[in-house]
């Protein structure tokens, strides 16, 4: 199999290989995301879905969404959110879609998400970086109307 498909797992204390029989990647290691808790990891399989795997056992865990070529993706500090590059913002616990943001003006090359879950910052192929307050978004659609569901929700501000 073409390593540069597909997902090795190491166990950097006993030096040796995870036995990992997932899915190949969709395109190689261009989306890959670490959960903050070093356990899980979400990628674009070549089933075309987004699989969360724990790193540890090598077992799936979950899937989520439609992935398209070319697709990043980034799990926020909580783990509470996994992000793609369509960009959409996708409940972890619920695999629900919680909320599709506006297209960008060109492709989105890497995604990351600040350590407080808040803040996403999309960076763009000709340079340019977006930053979105989610918090903030929230508001917003709840002031016009546009609540999100109780469990796509984003975690409040204290």
Do not use: Y
Not at 109 to 122: F, K, Q, T, Y
Not at 130 to 150: F, H, Y
Request: aromatic share 8%; proline share 7%; charged share 25%.
């Amino acid at each position: 199999m073409d390593r540069e498909h597909s997902v090795c797992l190491w166990d950097l204390a006993n030096e040796r290989e995870i036995p990992f029989v997932g899915p190949p990647l969709l395109e190689g290691w261009h989306s890959l995301a670490f959960w903050p808790d070093s356990d899980h990891l979400t990628f674009g399989s070549d089933k075309r879905m987004f699989e969360t795997w724990d790193a540890r056992t090598a077992r799936r865990m979950s899937s989520l969404g439609q992935v398209k070529e070319g697709t990043g993706v980034a799990a926020s500090a909580d783990g509470r959110w996994l992000t793609n590059a369509d960009p959409t913002l996708w409940s972890s616990k619920t695999g629900s879609r919680g909320l599709a943001l506006p297209p960008e003006s060109t492709l989105i090359w890497s995604l990351a998400w600040s350590p407080d879950g808040e803040r996403l910052a999309v960076g763009l192929a000709d340079g340019g970086l977006v930053i979105w307050n989610v918090p903030k978004i929230q508001t917003e659609l709840t002031r016009i109307g546009l609540a999100w569901r109780a469990e796509a929700r984003p975690p409040q501000e204290q």
